[in-house]
C-alpha cells in the first residue's frame, strides 16, 4: 500500500511539472506573438528615423565643397552662429 501511494504521488508530482512546463511554454509562445509586432514597429521607426537623420546630414552638403581639393583644410562648422567668432 506504501509503495502504491508513493509511486501515485510521483506520478502526480510528474503530471504537474509537465503541466507546469507546457502551460509555460504557451505563455511564452503567446507572448512572442504578441511581442513581433511591438518588435516589427520598433524596429522599423528606427530604421526610418536613421534614413531621415541620413538625409537631414545630406541636406547640408554643398557641392561645391565636394569639388574642392582643399575641403580638409576648411574649419568645420559645427553651430549655425559659427560665422560670428
Not at 510521483?10 to 512572442?32: D, E
Not at 524596429?43 to 528615423?49: A, E, L, Q, T, Y
Amino acid at each position: 500500500m506504501k509503495n502504491t501511494l508513493k509511486k501515485m504521488w510521483v506520478n502526480c508530482q510528474s503530471a504537474g511539472y509537465t503541466a507546469l512546463t507546457l502551460i509555460g511554454i504557451i505563455i511564452v509562445l503567446i507572448g512572442s506573438i504578441l511581442a513581433l509586432p511591438v518588435v516589427l514597429v520598433f524596429v522599423v521607426g528606427v530604421i526610418i528615423f536613421i534614413a531621415y537623420k541620413i538625409g537631414m546630414a545630406t541636406d547640408d552638403i554643398e557641392e561645391e565643397n565636394l569639388n574642392d581639393p582643399d575641403w580638409y583644410l576648411k574649419p568645420v562648422k559645427r553651430y549655425k552662429d559659427d560665422d560670428k567668432y
